[in-house]
């Protein structure tokens, strides 16, 4: 039976050899990678988000592809087209850059909304449909995109439907005083990403995510899940509460989040660690002015509203 603790670990380490403080968000990427969803990092310019999916990519020995997202970037620059082979006489497909384990979406935002379609059957079926054929694409398949939120001119909201299928949302934030001196250092040469290596490969991946199906939910923590899926219904300025894939994406991290930290059954205070990054985007929200945080503190509110369960919770 595979160790998945000390296989984030590994991960974890490998990650922080370029990436200053931000051990959290490493383990909310690993826990999204190990369950099987699609990570979104939303920040300011310059805060180390495609450092941060590429020493990802770089740690794991699997096939990795980047997309730098613009607005003239058509669909079939993402899934790839079929082109007349003269020699032959026949249509020939093409493999776009999704055929691949490890996909780095730059920018999501900035491509028009026909060119974001273009993945939306790909991150939620893992498959590509493209002249009447379906094609299976590799396994693991994993999208890590990463957008500005605070530039507007030359971008494209995400739709709703996009973003329920990313499994976590989230922010790398700022560093420390300490944290900035500590990342001066490791830049002063060359970038420490040029020598990092890979610790894993894609099988291991497989194995661990099929190792998160082994971790028990009890009735009391999946009855506390649906609670608080129901309640963000109920939260102030929603118009929109979390969807029923919102609630199985909880579970599938929750699982995995309990794996990396070497328990064999999800606890309430795994579902608190992960409903910020796993449920915040998901909602549909009143017009709140001054109020950027408004998802976040819907969360909260729901999270208040449900009551933690007593009961044991080590079984099924």
Not at 89 to 95: A, D, I, L, M, T
Not at 153 to 161: I, N
Not at 201 to 229: F, H, K, N
Request: a negative charge; proline letters at 6%.
């Amino acid at each position: 039976m595979m160790n998945v603790q000390e296989f984030a670990t590994e991960i974890r380490e490998n990650v922080s050899r370029v990436i200053v403080g931000k051990d959290y968000e490493i383990d909310l990427i690993i826990t999204a990678i190990l369950a099987g969803g699609h990570v979104l990092m939303e920040d300011v310019p310059g805060t180390g988000k495609t450092l941060m999916a590429k020493t990802l990519a770089k740690s794991v020995n699997a096939e990795f592809r980047r997309v730098q997202f613009t607005p003239d970037l058509l669909p079939t620059d993402v899934t790839g087209l079929s082109v007349l082979d003269r020699a032959t006489g026949e249509f020939v497909f093409k493999p776009g850059p999704v055929f691949t384990n490890i996909l780095l979406a730059d920018e999501i935002n900035r491509a028009t909304p026909r060119t974001q379609s273009a993945l939306l059957e790909c991150m939620e079926e893992k498959q590509v449909t493209i002249d009447g054929e379906t094609r299976r694409l590799p396994s693991p398949f994993i999208v890590i995109a990463t957008q500005n939120p605070v530039e507007t001119q030359g971008t494209f909201p995400l739709p709703e439907a996009q973003m329920d299928r990313f499994l976590m949302r989230l922010s790398l934030g700022r560093l420390t005083g300490p944290e900035n001196v500590e990342m001066l250092k490791r830049f002063l040469g060359e970038s420490p990403l040029t020598e990092l290596s890979s610790v894993c490969g894609s099988e291991e991946l497989i194995q661990a995510g099929r190792e998160c199906e082994t971790v028990s939910l009890s009735d009391p923590v999946m009855e506390y899940m649906s609670a608080l899926v129901l309640n963000t219904h109920a939260a102030t300025n929603v118009i929109l509460g979390v969807s029923p894939r919102g609630l199985i994406a909880l579970m599938r991290a929750s699982r995995a989040w309990a794996l990396i930290h070497g328990r064999s059954f999800v606890t309430p205070d795994d579902i608190k660690a992960l409903a910020q990054p796993v449920l915040a985007h998901r909602l549909t929200l009143k017009s709140v002015y001054g109020m950027s945080d408004a998802a976040k503190t819907a969360i909260n509110e729901a999270l208040d509203m449900t009551e933690v369960p007593t009961e044991d919770i080590t079984e099924k």
